[in-house]
């Protein structure tokens, strides 16, 4: 039996919000962290989103999809044949910190709905190394020294490992297109799964954001579009040898290489949609962020928007429709869901 997502039907429950789950920690602020279970199959899915606190679209896509299943009823195959666990909001302390330009859109020319790139600019905050949430996983059982949330989830996450699936949703502010993050060792499992993805981005009129870190913080190109995901050693080996072993020491496990920690061998997986979209020709080789998006961030925390409106119309800025993020983030799961039910 195939595990499919009907993502058109998932997508149009996204406006709705989810039911109310069980509270399963509370954040630095004392925010209450939910947490879902669907499901009564031997195949365990782990699906999180929000580490990051500028990052608002996984965790839009997921409350989607936690509404589809709490109405999809017992019989549905995925439920059959999978169980999952879901915390939508790992940071709501972040989500709040964001929403003076998280909650603002904008309508654009296919009627879809866009972040406003002035808004972003002036009011995104992200946490530093130390309070990464992604990076902010438990190092043993008895690592106390972990943030609430870090340890509310994993507490959540940890009695029904082994997982077949781990996936983390993410997002990036500024990107060509979609760029798609796995566990190194499935590389040769994935091949046939990260052609059918690279299909369903053109399908819809994207690029892939696709470039090679040669490793650094363990960014390993695998294929057009799809590069190993990060690696908290990795991570400390950058600073280190930039002679910043204090920032080094911050890392903790993400949540990808917390889950195999758990036993088994799983399918760990990072989804990054952009929230603006980059045209190719402002890019040069080997580089991460064009100089451009320095100057439209002084534009905007200068409070010029016309001009910033103009500068980012000239270079070819634009919103990414956020339906389109999280058709694609769906999409990622779905290939991933389908690979992890044959193996």
């Not at 004392?30 to 606190?53: D, E, K, M, N, T």
């Not at 330009?101 to 130390?130: I, K």
């Not at 959540?156 to 500024?174: E, I």
């Not at 000239?314 to 991933?336: C, F, K, N, S």
């Amino acid at each position: 039996m195939t595990i499919e997502l009907p993502i058109d039907a998932i997508l149009a429950t996204a406006p709705a919000p989810p039911r109310r789950g069980a509270v399963i920690g509370r954040s630095r602020q004392a925010r209450p962290i939910y947490g879902y279970v669907f499901g009564r199959g031997p195949l365990q899915v782990s699906l999180i989103g929000g580490c990051h606190a500028d990052e608002p679209v996984g965790p839009a896509m997921l409350e989607g999809l936690i509404t589809w299943l709490a109405g999809s009823g017992r019989d549905h195959p995925l439920l059959e044949r999978a169980t999952l666990r879901l915390v939508p909001h790992v940071n709501p302390d972040g989500a709040a910190a964001n929403a003076r330009w998280s909650e603002r859109t904008v309508e654009l020319e296919d009627g879809g709905r866009g972040y406003e790139l002035a808004s972003y600019l002036r009011h995104a905050v992200r946490e530093p190394p130390g309070d990464d949430v992604e990076f902010g996983f438990p190092r043993s059982p008895e690592d106390r020294g972990a943030r609430p949330e870090n340890l509310a989830v994993a507490a959540f996450l940890r009695p029904a490992a082994p997982f077949a699936l781990h996936a983390s949703f993410h997002g990036m502010a500024f990107a060509a297109g979609p760029w798609f993050l796995l566990e190194r060792g499935w590389a040769e499992r994935t091949a046939g799964m990260r052609q059918r993805l690279r299909a369903r981005v053109r399908a819809l009129g994207y690029r892939l954001h696709d470039v090679d870190r040669g490793g650094e913080k363990g960014f390993h190109r695998i294929d057009e579009g799809f590069t190993s995901r990060p690696d908290s050693r990795a991570m400390a080996a950058y600073f280190d040898q930039r002679g910043d072993p204090s920032t080094a020491r911050l890392f903790r496990p993400s949540s990808m290489e917390f889950v195999r920690s758990l036993g088994g061998d799983p399918l760990t997986l990072v989804s990054e949609m952009p929230l603006f979209l980059l045209p190719a020709s402002l890019y040069r080789p080997g580089e991460i962020r064009p100089p451009a998006i320095a100057e439209l961030t002084a534009l905007a925390r200068a409070g010029d928007d016309d001009r910033l409106r103009r500068q980012a119309a000239e270079l070819g800025v634009r919103p990414m429709p956020i339906a389109d993020q999280m058709r694609l983030q769906l999409a990622y799961l779905d290939e991933a869901l389908r690979l992890v039910g044959r193996t």
